[in-house]
């Protein structure tokens, strides 16, 4: 049992961090109208969290090799613990984005990469497979988890006890911290500027165009950006595409600035030649897919079942039960799985799953739910999750030596936050898009008064914000609409917030058939099979460290 100590401390850690990411989903109605803000605003909030990881996240990684790893750990919980008390603390929207969104997310970034350098460090052989199975094991615990803790705090509690709650346990964390070993020793190397300027700005870019894609229009302007009273459109087009075109841009300058450094001998931010491992490659971008399928769900699912059928924030919970039960049950079977089946095979299964689950629970969407068609699609969605979580950071880890387990700890970070990050804010412009132009032709086809309908649109000129649907009879009401014509429409609005939730999960299900095309080239034979001198190791010692 002793010798499971760092990991138990390591996974303590691991399940804050990405308890996080889920916990708020289903408290969202109610920080809403704590903090007297929006769902946007919340998505938005979300969003960055996991993109400051992602932004940050190698540099992150970079800090762990300079400092050492055990006191990157460290210093990463000390930060992390203190946005989680800012968090818990906030009066308002943007004192948590500062707390959650940038202060925890920069804590992270320590805190992920030197988990999984950690635990290659501390276990080898059998043991070190067992470990990042357990470790993953634990993220998908917390992702099930977060449901159920988030909504049994927020409805019987205070949303805010579950952030004051991360800053006991990572106390606990740091004081623990002196049982994990750390063999490896600081390195007196350079950190370039330029490359972290340039994947920071290049990964922020890519997602904020993404998520303001609701609001300024994919590629012909909606609603632009106002400056001065003039329209910001160049060339008559939205901002979107100069975002995600730029931010593409810069990533790809990003790249070649690693080249450069590497045939200048100097010291590279991520060594480009990890990205010619094919197995490192299929399973980043399988994890980055996992995450992006998983983050689009969580936030999809809690704005169906709260605002759409009323919901509060522990029935939510409960209704997302089977999945984190289904998520916790296949992460143990997919471990025990990995001795006989490659992880390519597993992970195919799951996808397939995935697929399917997504198929049923389009199914189940409606505005009476379907309440076995949907626990079910949720099961097998969790299965799925599952199974994926008990393979892909092995597969990763495996692919490499113990001198760059550092790097690709950070470039799991990146891909899992990076994945999360696109996720909610790609999923989150679908939805509202869907939604504004359901509810607008659902509204000029209906019986309303052609001054009722004048109405309604001036009144959604500028978008359609997601609301609770037993709220609108209220809301229109009030704007001066007859209690039939406020009937009508908020049938109206029900229908199409139903109707903008399936488009959702067609994109769901889009993602997971990108997932399982990436898959290909994942191991082909079990963990126990694989030839462990057949890690694949980049000379980690430039020349030079200087300029």
Same mark, same amino acid.
């Given at each position: 049992?002793?010798?499971?100590?760092?990991?138990?401390?390591?996974?303590?850690?691991?399940?804050?961090?990405? %308890?996080?990411?889920?916990?708020?989903?289903?408290?969202?109605?109610?920080?809403?109208?704590?903090?007297?803000?929006?769902?946007?605003?919340?998505?938005?909030?979300?969003?960055?969290?996991?993109?400051?990881?992602?932004?940050?996240?190698?540099?992150?990684?970079?800090?762990?090799?300079?400092?050492?790893?055990?006191?990157?750990?460290?210093?990463?919980?000390?930060?992390?613990?203190?946005?989680?008390?800012?968090?818990?603390?906030?009066?308002?929207?943007?004192?948590?984005?500062?707390?959650?969104?940038?202060? @925890?997310?920069?804590?992270?970034?320590?805190?992920?990469?030197?988990?999984?350098?950690?635990? $290659?460090?501390?276990?080898?052989?059998?043991?070190?497979?067992?470990?990042?199975?357990?470790?993953? $094991?634990?993220?998908?615990?917390?992702?099930?988890?977060?449901?159920?803790? !988030?909504?049994?705090?927020?409805?019987?509690?205070?949303?805010?006890?579950?952030?004051?709650?991360?800053?006991?346990?990572?106390?606990?964390?740091?004081?623990?911290?002196?049982?994990?070993?750390?063999?490896?020793?600081?390195?007196?190397?350079?950190?370039?500027?330029?490359?972290?300027?340039?994947?920071?700005?290049?990964?922020?870019?890519?997602?904020?165009?993404?998520?303001?894609?609701?609001?300024?229009?994919?590629?012909?302007?909606?609603?632009?950006?106002?400056?001065? !009273?003039? =329209?910001?459109?160049?060339?008559?087009?939205?901002?979107? &595409?100069?975002?995600?075109? !730029?931010?593409?841009?810069? %990533?790809? $300058?990003?790249?070649?600035?690693?080249?450069?450094?590497?045939?200048?001998?100097?010291?590279?931010?991520?060594?480009?030649?990890?990205?010619?491992?094919? &197995?490192?490659?299929?399973?980043?971008?399988?994890?980055?897919?996992?995450?992006?399928?998983?983050?689009?769900?969580?936030?999809?699912?809690?704005?169906?079942?709260?605002?759409?059928?009323?919901?509060?924030?522990? @029935?939510?919970?409960?209704?997302?039960?089977?999945?984190?039960?289904?998520?916790? %049950?296949?992460?143990?079977?997919?471990?025990?799985?990995?001795?006989?089946?490659?992880?390519?095979?597993?992970?195919?299964?799951?996808?397939?799953?995935?697929?399917?689950?997504?198929?049923?629970?389009?199914?189940?969407? =409606?505005?009476?739910?379907?309440?076995?068609?949907?626990?079910?699609?949720?099961?097998?969605?969790?299965?799925?999750?599952?199974?994926?979580?008990?393979?892909?950071?092995?597969?990763?880890?495996?692919?490499?030596?113990?001198? @760059?387990?550092?790097?690709?700890? !950070?470039?799991?970070?990146?891909?899992?936050?990076?994945?999360?990050?696109?996720?909610?804010?790609?999923?989150?412009? *679908?939805?509202?898009?869907?939604?504004?132009?359901?509810?607008?032709?659902?509204?000029?086809?209906?019986?309303?008064?052609?001054?009722?309908?004048?109405? *309604?649109?001036?009144?959604?000129?500028?978008?359609?914000?997601?609301? &609770?649907?037993?709220?609108?009879?209220?809301?229109?009401?009030?704007?001066?609409?007859?209690?039939?014509?406020?009937?009508?429409?908020?049938?109206?609005?029900?229908?199409?917030?139903?109707?903008?939730?399936?488009?959702?999960?067609?994109?769901?299900?889009?993602?997971?058939?990108?997932?399982?095309?990436?898959?290909?080239?994942? &191991?082909?034979?079990? $963990?126990?099979?694989?030839? @462990?001198?057949?890690?694949?190791? *980049?000379?980690?010692?430039?020349?030079?460290?200087?300029?």
């Amino acid at each position: 049992m002793k010798k499971w100590i760092a990991v138990i401390v390591l996974g303590a850690a691991q399940f804050v961090m990405v %308890l996080d990411s889920t916990v708020m989903n289903v408290s969202i109605s109610t920080v809403v109208k704590d903090l007297d803000t929006s769902v946007a605003a919340m998505q938005s909030a979300i969003t960055f969290y996991t993109l400051t990881m992602a932004a940050a996240m190698l540099l992150g990684a970079k800090l762990g090799d300079v400092w050492g790893r055990r006191r990157a750990f460290v210093v990463g919980s000390i930060v992390y613990a203190c946005g989680s008390l800012i968090t818990g603390l906030s009066p308002n929207i943007t004192t948590l984005f500062l707390g959650w969104s940038v202060i @925890e997310g920069l804590g992270a970034v320590l805190v992920i990469p030197a988990i999984a350098a950690l635990i $290659a460090t501390n276990y080898t052989g059998r043991d070190r497979v067992t470990a990042f199975a357990l470790i993953g $094991a634990v993220s998908g615990a917390a992702v099930a988890a977060g449901p159920l803790i !988030g909504g049994f705090v927020t409805t019987y509690f205070d949303w805010r006890y579950v952030f004051f709650a991360e800053v006991v346990i990572m106390v606990a964390v740091l004081f623990a911290a002196r049982f994990v070993a750390d063999p490896s020793r600081p390195q007196k190397t350079g950190i370039d500027l330029v490359s972290v300027a340039l994947s920071a700005v290049g990964l922020v870019a890519v997602v904020y165009g993404l998520l303001q894609s609701k609001t300024w229009g994919w590629i012909l302007p909606l609603h632009p950006p106002v400056v001065n !009273g003039v =329209s910001i459109e160049p060339l008559g087009l939205s901002l979107v &595409p100069y975002f995600v075109v !730029g931010g593409a841009a810069l %990533l790809w $300058a990003f790249v070649s600035r690693q080249k450069h450094l590497v045939a200048r001998g100097r010291v590279p931010l991520i060594h480009p030649a990890l990205f010619s491992i094919t &197995p490192l490659r299929a399973g980043l971008s399988v994890l980055g897919a996992q995450y992006a399928i998983t983050a689009a769900i969580f936030f999809v699912v809690p704005v169906y079942l709260q605002m759409t059928l009323g919901l509060d924030a522990l @029935e939510t919970g409960l209704r997302i039960f089977p999945l984190s039960i289904a998520l916790i %049950l296949f992460s143990i079977v997919g471990t025990r799985l990995s001795d006989r089946w490659s992880p390519r095979l597993i992970a195919r299964i799951a996808q397939v799953v995935l697929v399917v689950s997504g198929a049923v629970l389009l199914a189940s969407l =409606s505005l009476d739910l379907r309440n076995v068609l949907f626990a079910v699609g949720m099961f097998s969605t969790g299965a799925a999750l599952g199974l994926l979580a008990s393979q892909l950071g092995n597969v990763n880890m495996s692919s490499v030596g113990e001198n @760059e387990t550092s790097e690709v700890g !950070g470039l799991q970070g990146v891909f899992q936050n990076l994945g999360s990050s696109l996720g909610t804010a790609l999923i989150g412009s *679908v939805l509202i898009a869907s939604l504004a132009g359901s509810f607008a032709a659902g509204v000029q086809s209906s019986d309303l008064p052609s001054a009722a309908k004048s109405a *309604v649109s001036s009144a959604t000129s500028a978008g359609v914000e997601i609301v &609770p649907v037993a709220g609108v009879d209220a809301i229109v009401t009030k704007a001066g609409l007859s209690e039939d014509d406020a009937a009508t429409l908020t049938t109206i609005y029900a229908d199409s917030q139903v109707s903008s939730l399936r488009v959702s999960f067609v994109v769901i299900v889009l993602l997971a058939l990108v997932s399982l095309v990436l898959s290909r080239n994942l &191991p082909s034979r079990p $963990a126990g099979q694989r030839d @462990e001198t057949a890690e694949v190791s *980049v000379d980690p010692k430039p020349v030079s460290s200087s300029g």
